[in-house]
């Protein structure tokens, strides 16, 4: 079951498109997003073809933060993707986390609960997980509603930034469940 937030987020090493081994342990002190994604789903899409996703990674790896966008689809289902795949859709996307994670077993999915693609996690310095949930309050897989829409995981960000707590720590996912 998840962890709720305010818990230290659980612990994770996961193999990312180079090879390597990244651990949450590699990022202490920094803020730490996790993304789940699937290229093929409407809901993911929305957020890549209209920016939203890429101007966000942007931000928050500029201001120092991590971003570890993870694929948690199973061989053979949609959104499953190999090291060199992943590596041509975050180009194709001009897309901009830190490290694509590739948990084609699906345990860091299961590890942090995640049921849905999009589905954010934000991890401050100090191992506590501080976000979980939706990207946003706009439930829909329609490109336009990104304008206009509250940005959980912008907020979460900005929050933290000028030491202010977080106005909502945790919301319900919304988008294509993860397919483990």
Known sequence: SATPPGNVAPAFTEVNTAGKQVSLADFKGKTVVLEWTNDGCPFVQKHYKSGNMQALQAAATASGAVWLTVVSS???????????????????????????????????????DASTTPHMFVIDGAGALVYMGAIDDKPTAGHSSVKGARNYVREALDAMAAGRPLATAATRPYGCSVKY
């Open 74 to 112: 199973r061989p053979g289902e949609q959104g499953h993707v190999e090291a060199a795949e992943a590596d041509r859709l975050t180009a194709s996307r001009k897309a901009q986390p830190t490290a694509v994670l590739l948990d084609p077993k699906g345990q860091l999915g299961r590890l942090y």
